[in-house]
């Protein structure tokens, strides 16, 4: 790798070599990452990574609820998709949807006492998981640096969206 800040190397088209490999790496790695916390969390826990982020979402939400299009926005997910996956987890008593008393257009999501029971059951075996796997994996410099890179990228990405 070069020396070279961002705006430099922007006049580049295509990446090198180099920079495909480092890519490929990174893309594979956080694949594989992701797969085996989804695998654990599924396995410990019975909930799936959308489950959690609900539930996470709504367990930090004043009064335990939330607007579904606040709700989807949040975790950044499609209108629909929030929709048909909140059906799966009202029928497991997870959570529940209300009318909105303030806006007859819309409903709330509600963190039921199952599902509140639920996220606190998977938070320390899905916490645990992300220490093994990724925090326990890199030196406190490495850790920092994660954290720089990951600031890095969203910050492109939030400059490309707008």
Known sequence: MTEDTPRQRRGRQLPTADELRIWRDFIETADALRSELTSRLQTETSLSPGDYAVLLALSEAKDRRMRSSELA????????????????????????????????????????????????????????AVRELFVDALTPAQLAAAGDLAAALRAQLTATEG
Do not use: Q, Y
């Open 73 to 128: 926005a949040g975790i950044g997910w499609e209108r629909s998709r929030l929709s048909h996956h909140l059906a799966r987890m009202e029928k497991r008593g997870l959570i529940h949807r209300e009318e909105c008393a303030t806006d007859n257009r819309g409903a709330e999501v509600v963190l039921t006492p199952g599902g509140a029971e639920s996220f606190r059951g998977a938070t320390v075996p899905h916490l645990r």
